[in-house]
């Protein structure tokens, strides 16, 4: 899949150019992690966001956060996902 607007919301602005983003999405960690999925939101992403994401929702759904490690203007590069999922043993 692709990247979809609609699916990314922002949580919070600090004013000093931190944003706490939310992104939710049938794709898996991996595919959101490359770099280039969030180039439609450059001019809004900064370097040190962090998504808070739920990812593969269709599949063996997942949640995490990654962080925008990159933002040259063009392209967007996020960090691999940190899985939040904890396990459920019931």
């Known amino acids: 899949m692709a990247y979809t607007d609609a699916n990314l919301s922002l949580v919070n602005y600090s004013g000093n150019g931190f944003h706490i983003w939310h992104y939710s999405t049938t794709d898996a960690a991996a595919v959101v992690d490359t770099a280039g ?9 900064n370097v040190g966001d962090v998504i808070f994401a739920s990812v593969d929702t ?4 997942g949640f995490g956060i990654f962080v925008v490690n990159a933002n040259n ?3 967007v590069d996020v960090t691999n996902m940190t899985d939040l999922a904890a396990g459920d043993s019931d």
Do not use: W
């Not at 999925?37 to 992403?45: A, E, I, K, L």
């Not at 269709?58 to 759904?61: I, N």
């Open 73 to 75: 203007g063009t392209v």
């Open 58 to 61: 269709d599949g063996t759904p």
């Open 37 to 45: 999925y969030f180039n439609s939101r450059v001019s809004d992403m």
